[in-house]
């Protein structure tokens, strides 16, 4: 092949290699792939938050929790995560009740998605239901109403909901970090990509606060 041949083609394939770079490796762009919480939401100053905003209701939340749970386990010290459950009103509010009944019993870490897969799978579609999926599960009834109906979790239920409204959420899933910032896959293009976003802020958050 002549000289200037081979010149050319390294030329084409330079560039051409420059052209399918992956997106991923690309910034975010601010009111594309995240926007701006205004006004900011008070955060932890001693962590980075990373709130997981997520409804029972949602099946795109339902797809997303196995990819934040993998998540969850690679998070250094200086962040951390809480999952925030998302009512949009009254007649919804039971489930994040729920949400917070589980976590006051201890019993979140073995139950919340099987509730969540057996809400979505029409398992549980009444009180009825419900009473027997909790005794289904070990939990007395007693227990269970003593809970649900505790200040604790009335208060939990509420600061959640002034949570989602502080960041002026419309939908969910989303994520927050740093009561500064939101994402979420719907933003990126799917619920693959929106983690490496929640990286980049948290590092852009965490190189912010090392500023004097």
């Known amino acids: 092949m002549k000289p200037h041949l081979k010149s050319c083609l390294f030329s084409l394939l330079t560039g051409l290699s420059i052209l399918f770079i992956p997106n991923a490796q690309a910034e975010p762009v601010l009111n594309q792939d995240y926007r701006l919480v205004q006004p900011i939401v008070t955060s932890?100053?001693?962590?980075?938050?990373?709130?997981?905003?997520?409804?029972?209701?949602?099946g795109h939340c339902l797809r997303l929790a196995p990819?934040?749970?993998?998540?969850?386990?690679?998070?250094?010290d200086d962040v951390k995560l809480i999952r925030v459950p998302v009512a949009w009103?009254?007649?919804?509010?039971?489930?994040?009740r729920i949400y917070y009944t589980l976590a006051s019993i201890n019993r979140l870490d073995d139950l919340h998605m099987v509730f969540w897969n057996d809400l979505m799978q029409g398992k549980i579609s009444s009180s009825a239901d419900l009473a027997g999926w909790v005794k289904s599960h070990g939990i007395s009834d007693d227990s269970w109403q003593k809970a649900y109906n505790s200040f604790s979790v009335t208060a939990q239920t509420q600061q959640a909901t002034k949570l989602w409204q502080a960041y002026n959420l419309d939908a969910t899933p989303y994520i927050g970090v740093a009561g500064k910032?939101?994402?979420?896959?719907?933003?990126?293009?799917?619920?693959?990509?929106?983690?490496?976003v929640v990286n980049w802020l948290i590092e852009k958050e965490r190189k912010d606060r090392r500023q004097p």
């Open 44 to 58: 932890d100053p001693e962590k980075i938050e990373v709130i997981d905003f997520f409804a029972y209701t949602c």
């Open 181 to 196: 910032y939101l994402t979420a896959p719907h933003m990126v293009g799917s619920r693959q990509k929106v983690l490496p």
């Open 67 to 76: 990819l934040i749970d993998e998540w969850e386990k690679t998070l250094p």
């Open 89 to 96: 009103d009254q007649t919804t509010e039971f489930l994040s």
